[in-house]
């Protein structure tokens, strides 16, 4: 199972997964050591593929950081908290974690899109 490190030390997942936002992208970076990796890669494509199913599940995609790095981003995309929460909080998925290999750390964090003026768009 990950151990699970808050990305803000002020506002943790769980307070995040009572708000009613929505779109939201859920940004998650994992660190393992590199003996480990491809346990990590299989136990995020099954929780991937059961993500998939889930209701307000919209997309996602994984990153690896380059020149034989261990650390890796989830960027996954969500209709709204509620439906993210309500994958998070499943009993599959929870069962799930104990697939990720002893060595890695999660950080989950929930995210909207932010406009810049003359940059990007929300």
């Not at 997942?13 to 859920?26: H, K």
């Not at 929780?47 to 990153?63: E, N």
Request: hydrophobic letters at 45%; aromatic letters at 10%; one cysteine or more.
């Amino acid at each position: 199972m990950p151990n699970f490190i808050e990305m803000d030390d002020k506002v943790t997942l769980s307070d995040q997964m009572e708000a009613n936002d929505g779109p939201v992208i859920l940004i998650n970076k994992f660190n393992v050591i590199h003996e480990e990796a491809d346990q990590l890669l299989e136990a995020w494509a099954k929780d991937a593929a059961f993500m998939k199913r889930q209701p307000g599940f919209i997309s996602t995609q994984l990153h690896r950081g380059i020149g034989d790095s261990c650390v890796f981003i989830n960027y996954a995309v969500w209709e709204s908290v509620r439906h993210f929460r309500e994958a998070f909080r499943h009993p599959v998925f929870q069962a799930h974690l104990n697939d990720y290999p002893p060595s890695t750390v999660a950080s989950p964090h929930l995210f909207t899109k932010v406009a810049v003026p003359g940059i990007c768009v929300a």
